[in-house]
């Protein structure tokens, strides 16, 4: 009989893809992917570290996959990601993981699996200077057909003190550009007709080759070229390396979305300093000022921590008042959740308590709701093209796709399909939504 794969993503866009890699590397050991944990002989938790409660949810689905084991003895249950890199054999101590890897061992898989038995169950967490998978081609696991991730580098060597992914994910190191192309020319080969670069920092992407070097800006001028049909997203960007030649390149191309997801974490110089985010607020604002100069109509969208340690009123209103200056089109927002062996974890206590971090949490996203809704508001009465994904989560009559500055639009229409290209005016809107007809 087939044997059959299982995984469930957590975290970030880049676990999606590393999913879609692991598919690919079991589907050559003969293992399909499945859909259903019941049919399952291999049930993995693709996991995150980022927050304590990113990883509470997964010890409760250890205990969910733990009664298929029970139900059908020889089930295998492994953890994979950013979560096993970082708990290890802690994971397998609980009796209920077979399997153990980290975001840089999984073409271990396969031998990992032939080597586990009931007793013994397998581990492999180490990390790498040069595993990209650059030459896996991923299982596409997205449910349209439209839109593909594609990881251009791996890990970071950035040094934010709240951070657990240096640690998961271990050093910076850019994947091969070619084959990043040849990716995106596939995918597009494919029917796809939106890719989106990801990185934890794709400002500091670089390849040197011979006397070449290749910058982000660069190869994101040659994804723009395969064709003015495929629209070029990517993710994420960082304030301080964010450069003008890469603002510069967006305006060059039509085809590049004019979207910049740039977290800005705090507003307040003190913090940003302990942050170890090596920028100011005037620094972060200046950069701001240019991408709107150069790219009139970007869409700006940030993430931020509330309640970082020793964060005062003044400081929580610092980051209110950059809120209110940015005028962001749309926010992740978290409160501070302390990651063990992180700089700040060994130096700085984590005091501010737990209620007045929500209320400042709530107090950003209230905040927040209403730039998100004046930034629709703007909106309404112009015309955009939308790449239709597909028909609207609320109501199936209606089709949904996004502006290029990733709006989500929704519009009655019976004739275009996922994949096409609409123009839409906009009527109105909710804080969340562009409401459109077709122009
Ligand atoms: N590479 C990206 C972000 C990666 S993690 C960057 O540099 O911005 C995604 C987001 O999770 C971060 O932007 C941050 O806002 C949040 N985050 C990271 N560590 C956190 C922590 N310890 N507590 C709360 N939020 C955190
Ligand atoms: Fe974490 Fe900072 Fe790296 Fe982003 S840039 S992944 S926040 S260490
Ligand atoms: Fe989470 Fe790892 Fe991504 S910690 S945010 S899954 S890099």
Known sequence: MEKKIYIETYGCQMNVVDSEVIFAIMAKEGYSR????????IILANTCSVRDNAEQR???RIELFHKQKEKR???IVGIVGCMAERLKDSLTDTGKVDLVAGPDSYRSIPQLVRNITPDTPQINVLL????TYADIVPVRTDKNGVSAFISIMRGCNNVCSYCVVPFTRGAERSRDPGTILEEARDVFSKGYKEVTLLGQNVDSYLWKC???TVTFADLLESVAEIS???RVRFATNHPKDISDDLIEAMARHDNICKHIHLPVQSGSNRLLEKMRRRYTREWYLERVRKIREVLPGCGITTDVIAGFCSETEEDHQDTLSLFREVGFDYAYMFNYSERPGTLAARKYPDDVPLEVKTRRLNEIITLQNELSLRSNQAEIGKTYTVLVEGPSKKNPEELCGRTGSNKMCVFPDKVHKAGEYVDVTVTSCTS???ICRLA
């Open 128 to 131: 790498s200077h040069e595993e």
């Open 58 to 60: 997964i010890w409760g």
């Open 73 to 75: 003895p020889g089930v």
């Open 432 to 434: 969340a939504t562009l």
């Open 210 to 212: 011979d006397a070449r």
């Open 34 to 41: 499945t859909e259903s944990m019941d049919e399952a002989d």
């Open 228 to 230: 003015p049909e495929l």
